[in-house]
C-alpha cells in the first residue's frame, strides 16, 4: 500500500483492500468501499497530495485466528500542499 500511494496510483492501493475498506485521511476524511476510496485518492493526488509520499515507520502483525492477521502501519506522510496552496 505504502508503494501504491508512493507511486500515486489509487488502483493499485485499492486492489490491497477488502470491498468493505474504509480509508481515514490524516484530514480526518472518511472513504468507504472499493469505488470510493479509489475515486478519492486519485482526486487526492491530482491535488493536495500530488507530491505526498509515505515513509514507514513501524510494522505491527498481530494474529486474531490462525489465518487471520490484522497490520498496523505506522508512516510519515510528507509532501502535502497546504490548504491555501492553489494547484495549477
Do not use: C, Y
Not at 491530482?46 to 513501524?58: C, M
Amino acid at each position: 500500500m505504502t508503494e501504491a500511494f508512493n507511486r500515486h496510483d489509487a488502483k493499485a492501493w485499492t486492489r490491497l483492500t477488502t470491498l468493505d475498506a474504509q480509508l481515514v485521511t490524516v484530514r480526518g476524511e472518511s472513504m468507504n468501499g472499493v469505488a470510493e476510496i479509489e475515486k478519492g485518492l486519485s482526486a487526492l493526488f491530482q491535488t493536495r497530495n500530488k507530491n505526498a509520499s509515505l515513509k514507514i515507520l513501524d510494522v505491527k502483525v498481530r494474529f486474531i485466528r490462525s489465518d487471520v492477521a490484522m497490520a498496523h502501519v505506522t508512516n510519515e506522510l510528507s509532501g502535502v500542499i497546504g490548504p491555501d496552496v492553489k494547484t495549477g
